[in-house]
């Protein structure tokens, strides 16, 4: 057991560990689980981020990045094959040293509902681990959902071949897998992203896909939605796509609701999606009429027969802005995008210009972010995971 670099009585005081302090309003355990560098990056990123009721695990070959993370729940992968110095870019190494932490795996993850796995797919200790993590999360009967990044393509076909195989086996195990491929992201930042927020912009959107789920069922709001809902929808799921929008003054529901139906992180259309859960996150001042017009522009988009969820959060950092996150589910992705179908054309356009830094990280789940760039614990030495920009 000596694997487990952490303290489980002292859990109770460590802030990563949000899901405790929310028990009594939500019975709901959740877990999120960052694999390797990239998954570890992602949920460091969480945790400073103030991401609430789940409880976070960072798992790594690498020992000095595991020290180096934000929680105290910390296991160390193959301590004996690996001693500490990383996956050197073979899965088959980070498998094995997963498959020799089964047992502090399991105890992991035991008494979790709902399990996150993220990781970026490409390397060593992601590509290999992580779906070792989903098996043993599986056989103990968890919802289990991973959220994934894939390398760019000019970072070769060996890893991109690498990266496919891992999401393979992910899929025999996961109930749903939402994966990010890099190359999109290029699509949605423009040329004056410098390379430290490039990193942070890819952890962002991992943690987007976490906390579009997450929120719903553990932060209160205008519309709650309860664990069995969420269950109903991304249980033996497969492929899931995740669609991003924000937008301010008039119509900012309408326009945001759009953006996230034809966001350019989707590979595909969601038309075909046969389950979609929707959390829309607002400040005080969001109305339930900008809830209805959001809801619709997502419904006229999706087959009539599919099954929409939808949760709202109330965030006090908003402040006259909307940000929606769409996860569709239930279809297998098609190799051209179909057109998505709408209703009144002139209630808004869907805006799909680029990112700069400065408009990806002004809204409520990016309000620390200037700081993180910042204050230097972001780690960029791990070259094992290169699933943004070779970190």
């Given amino acids: 057991m000596e694997n487990i670099v952490s303290d489980i009585f002292a859990r109770k005081d460590d802030p990563s560990n949000n899901q405790t302090s929310r028990l009594g309003a939500n019975p709901t355990n959740i877990k999120v689980v960052g694999v390797g560098g990239g998954g570890g990056n992602a949920v ?17 070959t690498d020992l000095q990045v595991l020290v180096d993370g934000q929680t105290k729940n910390r296991i160390q992968l193959g301590s004996a094959s690996t001693q500490g110095l990383g996956a050197g ?14 047992q502090e795996i399991t105890q992991a993850l035991e008494g ?27 056989q103990l009967g968890i919802l289990t959902i991973a959220v994934v990044t894939k390398p760019f393509t000019w970072e070769g076909k060996k890893r991109q071949n690498q990266a496919n195989s891992g999401i393979d086996k992910l899929k025999e195990s996961v109930d749903a897998v939402i994966v990010v491929p890099n190359d999109k992201l290029l ?21 987007r896909g976490v906390q579009g789920i997450s929120d719903i069922i553990t ?3 205008i519309i709650n939605v309860d664990f069995a809902d969420v269950k109903t929808v991304m249980q033996s799921s497969g492929s899931a796509l995740m669609g991003i929008g924000r937008a301010q003054g008039e119509g900012r529901a309408v326009k945001a609701a759009q953006q996230a139906i034809n966001s350019q992180l989707l590979e595909s259309s969601i038309n075909g999606a046969s389950g979609v859960i929707v959390n829309i996150t607002g400040g ?20 009539d027969d599919a099954t929409v969820i939808i949760g709202t ?25 179909s057109s ?11 805006e799909s210009s680029q990112l700069n830094a400065a408009d990806f990280f002004s809204g409520a789940f990016n309000t620390q972010t200037k700081s993180i760039l910042s204050d230097g614990n972001r780690n960029f030495t791990n070259i094992e995971i290169p699933d943004f920009l070779k970190r």
């Fill in 187 to 207: 699509q949605v930042v423009d040329r004056q992203v410098s390379l430290q927020e490039s990193f942070t912009i890819v952890d962002e959107v991992l943690l």
């Fill in 44 to 60: 460091n990123r969480m945790i400073r981020s103030g991401l609430s009721g789940v409880e976070f695990w960072l798992m790594n």
């Fill in 340 to 350: 998505l179908k709408f209703g009144d054309s002139t209630t808004g356009n869907a």
């Fill in 89 to 102: 870019g073979d899965p088959s190494v980070g498998e094995k040293a997963a498959e020799e932490a089964q």
């Fill in 284 to 303: 005080p001042d969001m109305g339930i009429h900008e809830i209805s017009d959001a809801a619709s522009i997502i419904h006229d988009a999706v087959l």
């Fill in 112 to 138: 979790a509902d709902m399990v996150f796995i993220t990781a970026g797919m490409g390397g060593g200790t992601g590509t290999g681990a992580a779906p070792v993590v989903a098996r043993l999360a599986k």
């Fill in 219 to 221: 932060v209160p709001g």
């Fill in 313 to 337: 959060a109330v965030n006090e950092n908003i402040q006259g802005e909307i940000q929606i996150t769409v996860i569709a589910t239930g279809f297998e992705l098609k190799n051209n995008a």
